[in-house]
């Protein structure tokens, strides 16, 4: 498939023109014109582009690729370092961060669902990031923990109630501990997130909805394994999806 072509499909598929993000979406290092085969992964770290290079991949599709808001631009040190690998090796970058999260389908939200056995209803909250729905099986907070250290293979962490039983289960994978007050809001008995914040602490145990921290990474694998399914599937290109271990 040509680059142009793949950058199109992509960017068509996860509406990514339709996000206000904190990075851009879409193709973010040009390689070279045409792409057989693609390395997908997490993040767009030193050892997955490496793993790209030394199993000679034409492109590297990620969640978490570079120049975030706020960063310092320079090209220097790790940064440097990162893109000199791509570009001397004529490899292309491809990253989506909310389009990822959201796709009805493929997204993380989705995909951390379909793992964990909920029932997504509706979305809410910015840019329809929060997903609401039921827990699959009625059960409390302490056994959805388990249960979901089990399926993500990573203990998480509880606080507030284990005991309360669960009906309405909100989540939204990766660093969304900000979004809490808004599933407490909406009813939820239990949110879930990858990470945690001090004052997420007090607001579980003030309020009485139990919250559950997953790991960033551990929420955030399955959106980008999908999109390698995909391109595997409907596209005729080679996707192979390397899990890099990170314990976040």
Known sequence: MQLSSLRDHLDGLLEAARFKDYCPNGLQVEGRGEVERVLCG?????????????GGYDAVLVHHGYFW???DGRITGIRKRRLASLLSNDISLFAY????????ELGNNAQL???????????????????????GQRASAGEIAQRLGVALKRKPLLVGDGTRKVER?????GGAQGYFEQ????????????????????????????YIAAGHHA?????????AEHLTRDCGIEADFLDLENPV
Do not use: M
């Open 169 to 173: 289960i909100a989540w939204c994978t």
């Open 69 to 71: 808001k706020g960063e």
């Open 113 to 135: 669902a379909r793992v964990a056995g909920w029932n997504g209803e509706a979305r809410f909250g910015e840019q329809d990031l929060i997903c609401i729905g039921s827990p």
């Open 183 to 210: 599933a407490i809001a909406a009813g939820a008995d239990c949110y879930v997130s990858g990470e945690i914040s001090e004052q997420t602490v007090h607001l579980a145990r003030e309020s009485g909805v139990a």
């Open 97 to 104: 961060h909310l389009p990822l999260d959201a796709h009805p």
């Open 42 to 54: 997490v993040t767009a770290s030193q050892d997955l582009v490496d793993a790209a290079v030394a």
């Open 219 to 227: 929420t955030e694998r399955y959106g980008v394994r999908a999109l």
